[in-house]
């Protein structure tokens, strides 16, 4: 299977940055391909222009979205790994979705009606944040959060959505618990 991971974290010393290594070696040894594209150390652009908008309503995108599109073609399963911050993407992940998730790419519109054209790939997202799980439910968030990114933007694109881990305390994590996360993400890949 093709696997592409999108990746966004600064800190190559983070707990997003353990779950992406554990995975790609992962993914290696059990005969997979794997892709990281490492948004921070492509310095990716994540401001939608003008330009941007005009090229995507003609079918037109700059060079550095085209190439992205190509690996999200690519693959059969996409892994976005990224922290929550300030109750949203990270801003470079969200300008990453804005730009190429691209109408025309992404989705497109049949006499009104709205149409995911990214069909038959599956989706993982891997979230950490720094509150615990048990405050992000008390208030809702988890559930927001799901409807926000899960609905707003990957089942909107047609992905599958195999799984959505939120991890609390990503800031502060006890050994254990990366151990046993680490393990649920893996396990999700052996099916």
Known sequence: MKHL??????????LNSHFKNALVSHLLQSGHEAVVRDLYQLSFDPVLSLEDMAGQGKGL?????KQEQQFITWADCITFIHPIWWTGLAAIMKGYIDR???YGFAYRYDQGV???????KQAVIISTHGKSHEEYTAIGMDKALSLTSDKGIYSYCGFEIKQHFFFGKADRPAPESIEYRTNQI???FKN
């Not at 995108?61 to 979205?65: C, G, H, T």
């Not at 709205?114 to 038959?120: A, V, Y």
Request: negative net charge; aromatic residues 8%.
């Open 5 to 14: 991971i999108i990746y966004a974290h600064p800190n190559p010393n983070s």
């Open 114 to 120: 709205q149409k995911g054209l990214l069909t038959g």
């Open 61 to 65: 995108v700059a060079d550095d979205v």
């Open 100 to 102: 190429v998730f691209s």
């Open 186 to 188: 893996i396990s999700t």
